[in-house]
Each structure stands twice: as C-alpha cells, then as structure tokens.
C-alpha cells in the first residue's frame, strides 16, 4: 500500500500543478474594463474584451449639449477616466431604458482610487438625480452637492451670478436715480458689481456716487 502511494504522489503532484495553472489562465481572461470615449458628463463607452458597452454613470446628472457648462463637465470626466482602465459597480438595475449599463464608476490615479460619480458631483460638473431603486449612495451624494453649492464650485458658479443679478436689479429699484450700491475693497482702486471675479472675501459696499467721489473707477470686467 506504501509502496503505491509512492508511485502516486508524483501524479499527485503533477495534478496540483495542471490544476494551479488553470485556475490562473482563468484569472487572466478576467477582462477589466477601460474607457474608450466620454460621451458626456455622465455617460461613457467602454470596452471589456472586444465587446463596447455604454455606461450611464448612476446617481447623477450632468448637463446636455447646448446647454451651460455642458462642455466644461465632458471635459473634467474625460480628466478623469479617458482611457483609463475603471472598476465598474452595479446596484439593483442592469440598464435603463436605452440599454446603457447602469454603473457606480472607480478610476485609480496616482494609487488613490476615485469614486467617479461623487467626484462629478463634488466638482460641480453635475447634480444629483436619484431614482429608485439605484439609491445605494443617494446620501453620500446629497452632501457633496450640498458643499460644491457652498462653494460655487462648476454649474454652481451660474445660481451665484443669478443671484447677484437679483441683488443688483433691487438696489437699482431702490436707488432710481441711478445711484446705487456697488462693492470697493481695502486694497484696490476699482469699484465693482456683487458677482464680480475680482471681488475679494472683504468687499465693503458704497453707494457709486460715493464711491466715484473718492477717487474709484469702474471695474473693466464687471462695469457697473
């Protein structure tokens, strides 16, 4: 009996061997998914094998073509995964009704792995759209929202310069002589709209007439 488990153990053997280099060829048909077109701020083509696959980025919306900032926000999510390999997750649903994938995306850049759908949403390249039941990362998603509007991150920058309009037409309407508030700043010799660029954090409001009175000009940028 020994004897004939001597003379097996190198088929034994032989066996693991046969057995280990299957399992790893396996492994290595695994095919890992890699961008090959950014189709817009929220969609994307793959290709896994020689198969292409359109991925709608789950959780999020980014702006049509036409539309503000629509150009701006192809271009951050081609930054950030263009010929990339990615690591694709799946909620509850496979696809939508065009027969995209529906995808949580992940890209590893200088050994940090992004979450690719909340990045969008943190740079304020896109908004949050939730629909159910593809919810798994709705929260996570609401409050990078919440900080890129804090902020005026992206598309956010468009709300804070509506907003400065507003603020303008009703001094307007309160100054109808056309004297009205503008915003001068410690350092600088220029007098400018709320929304202005050039504005810093510690700009002090004046009425223009004043303003003009001590020497300020107007900001060639916003005129006011």
């Not at 994938?101 to 890209?107: A, E, G, I, S």
């Not at 908004?127 to 709705?138: E, G, L």
Request: with cysteine; glycine share 6%.
């Amino acid at each position: 009996m020994k004897k004939r488990l001597e003379k097996r153990k190198p088929w034994i053997f032989l066996s693991f061997l046969l057995l280990t280099f299957l399992l790893l060829g396996c492994a290595e048909k695994e095919e890992v998914p890699k961008v090959i077109r950014v189709i817009d701020g929220d969609t994307i083509e793959v290709e896994i094998g020689d198969i292409d696959y359109k991925v709608r980025l789950i959780g999020i919306n980014a702006p049509e073509k036409g539309q503000p900032y629509a150009d701006e926000s192809t271009e951050a999510l081609e930054d950030l995964v263009l010929f990339k390999e990615v690591r694709l997750e799946k909620d509850v649903s496979e696809t939508d009704k065009y027969g995209r994938l529906l995808r949580y995306v992940y890209v590893t850049i200088d050994g940090r792995e992004i979450f690719v759908n909340e990045e969008m949403i943190g740079i304020g390249y896109a908004q949050v759209m939730t629909i159910s039941p593809d919810v798994k990362y709705a929260d996570l998603f609401v409050d990078a929202q919440r900080n890129a509007k804090e902020v005026h991150r992206g598309l956010w920058k468009e709300e804070e310069k509506q907003q400065a309009e507003e603020v303008e037409q009703q001094e307007k309407k309160q100054h109808p002589a056309g004297d009205y508030i503008v915003y001068i700043t410690k350092t600088g010799s220029k007098y400018h709209r709320s929304g202005c660029r050039y504005l810093s954090r510690s700009k002090i409001p004046i009425m223009k007439s004043e303003a003009i009175a001590r020497g300020y000009t107007p900001c060639s940028v916003c005129n006011p």
